[in-house]
C-alpha cells in the first residue's frame, strides 16, 4: 500500500533563517505531488505541485521555493523565513495519468516562526 | 470567483444522531467531488468521493449526495460517534488534478 511521510512534525524558527521541509511517498511510481499551506482554522492553500521529476509549477508568489529531486520526494525550503510564513504545511501525493482521483495527505508540519 | 464553500463553521450533534454537513459549490465545470476528515494536527483524511455521473454513493456509515442543479454537495455521517469530531472539507476538481478545498465545516460531538 502507498504511504506518505513528511517530517519534521513540528519546527520552530527565527526569522531569517532557512528551511527545508521534506516529504516522501512509499508504494508507488511517478505520483503527482503537492505542498499546501494551511492558516489557522482555515481552509488548503496549495503552494506548489510536481507532475514529474524537476518539473515544479508554483500556484502563488511567495518566499518559499519547491523541489523534486526524485521520484517520490518533495522538499519545501526557503533562504530567508518571515513571520508570515507561519502555517501548517501539508504534503499531498495522486496517482498520475488517472483522472478523478484524489489526493491523499501527510501528517503536515507544523512551522512556528519567532 | 469559482469557489467550494460550505454552509455552516460548526455543527454540534447529539451523539448517536445522524449528521448532515453541507457544501455549495459554483463551478459547474467540476466532475469530481471528495469529502475529507481532518483531526486536530493531522492532515485530511478521504472519506469518500463522488463523480458527477452519480447522485448518492454510500461508505460505511457514510453518504454523499450530489444535486447538480443547485451546486449542492452534502455529507451524511450515520450514528455519529464522538471519533467523528473533526473539521470537515468538500472539495472539487475538473480533471486538471488541481482540488479546490472549501474552509472547512467543524463537527462537535455532544454527549
Known amino acids: 500500500s502507498q504511504t506518505i511521510h513528511q517530517w519534521p512534525a513540528t519546527l520552530v524558527q527565527p526569522v531569517g533563517s532557512p528551511l527545508s521541509l521534506e516529504c516522501t511517498v512509499e508504494?508507488?511510481?511517478?505520483?503527482?505531488l503537492y505542498w499546501y499551506r494551511q492558516a489557522a482554522g482555515r481552509g488548503l492553500q496549495l503552494l506548489f505541485y510536481?507532475?514529474?521529476?524537476?518539473?515544479i509549477s508554483s500556484e502563488v508568489p511567495q518566499n518559499l521555493s519547491a523541489s523534486r529531486p526524485q521520484d517520490r520526494q518533495f522538499i519545501l525550503s526557503s533562504k530567508k523565513l518571515l513571520l508570515s510564513d507561519s502555517g501548517f504545511y501539508l504534503c499531498?501525493?495522486?496517482?498520475?495519468?488517472?483522472?478523478?482521483?484524489?489526493?491523499?495527505f501527510g501528517d503536515g508540519t507544523r512551522l512556528s516562526i519567532l | 470567483g469559482e469557489s467550494v464553500g460550505l454552509h455552516l463553521p460548526t455543527l454540534s450533534v447529539q451523539e448517536g444522531d445522524n449528521s448532515i454537513i453541507n457544501c455549495a459549490y459554483s463551478?459547474?465545470?467540476?466532475?469530481?467531488f471528495i469529502w475529507y476528515k481532518q483531526e486536530s494536527g493531522k492532515g485530511p483524511q478521504f472519506i469518500i468521493d463522488i463523480r458527477s455521473n452519480m447522485d448518492k454513493r454510500q461508505g460505511q456509515r457514510v453518504t454523499v449526495l450530489l444535486n447538480k442543479t443547485v451546486k449542492h454537495l452534502s455529507l451524511q455521517i450515520a450514528a455519529t460517534q464522538p471519533g467523528d469530531s473533526a473539521v470537515y472539507f468538500c472539495?472539487?476538481?475538473?480533471?486538471?488534478?488541481?482540488?479546490?478545498f472549501g474552509k472547512g465545516t467543524r463537527l462537535h460531538i455532544l454527549p
Open positions: 472539495a472539487e476538481t475538473n480533471r486538471d488534478d488541481k482540488i479546490i
Open positions: 499531498a501525493w495522486s496517482p498520475t495519468g488517472q483522472p478523478n482521483q484524489p489526493q491523499h
Open positions: 510536481s507532475v514529474g521529476i524537476g518539473q
Open positions: 463551478n459547474s465545470a467540476s466532475d469530481y
Open positions: 508504494g508507488t511510481s511517478n505520483p503527482n
